[in-house]
């Protein structure tokens, strides 16, 4: 984890929030904001502030926006503020309004060149058929 944002109580379910964060999670960062900002939900004006705080935080720290991703982000449940209403036969009935804590997590994305990578392949190629030859 490079930087990362917390946003609580938040006036929304934690099962709404999710539906946003399943389409970022795991993008760049730059990708994630133009989804967010694309995406006609209540929770995603949230989540692109609290992004755009993550970024703000990474930036702090003196690292560049280039290469950071979205490595975790999710929602918990918060407190659950009770009201009443009235219903039928003098009677009340619970009405529950929920909140949620997001949480964002940025991270490097280690970018290895596929030169290394197909060498250590062949190198694995070639350690195999030379214990085969034995």
């Keep these: 984890m490079i ?3 917390k946003a609580r109580h ?3 379910s934690a099962r709404k929030a999710r539906i946003v964060l399943t389409l970022v999670r795991g993008k760049p960062a730059q990708q994630a904001l133009s989804v967010l900002e694309n995406t006609r939900k209540k929770a995603a004006l949230v989540v692109n502030k609290l992004l755009r705080s993550a970024l703000a935080n990474a930036k702090n720290k003196g690292i560049e926006e280039e290469g950071l991703y ?3 982000i999710h929602a918990d449940e918060g407190a659950t503020w009770k009201r009443f209403r009235a219903a039928s036969f003098g009677r009340a009935s619970r ?3 929920r909140t949620c804590h997001i949480t964002v997590e940025l991270d490097k994305k280690i970018i290895v060149p596929k030169v290394k990578v197909a060498e250590a392949a062949k ?3 070639t350690s195999k058929t030379e214990t085969e030859k034995q």
Excluded: E, G
Aim: proline share 0%; net charge positive; aromatic share 0%.
């Design 3 to 5: 930087a990362s944002a």
């Design 10 to 12: 938040i006036r929304m």
């Design 70 to 72: 979205v490595s975790k």
């Design 123 to 125: 190198k694995k190629r």
């Design 95 to 97: 009405v529950r309004k």
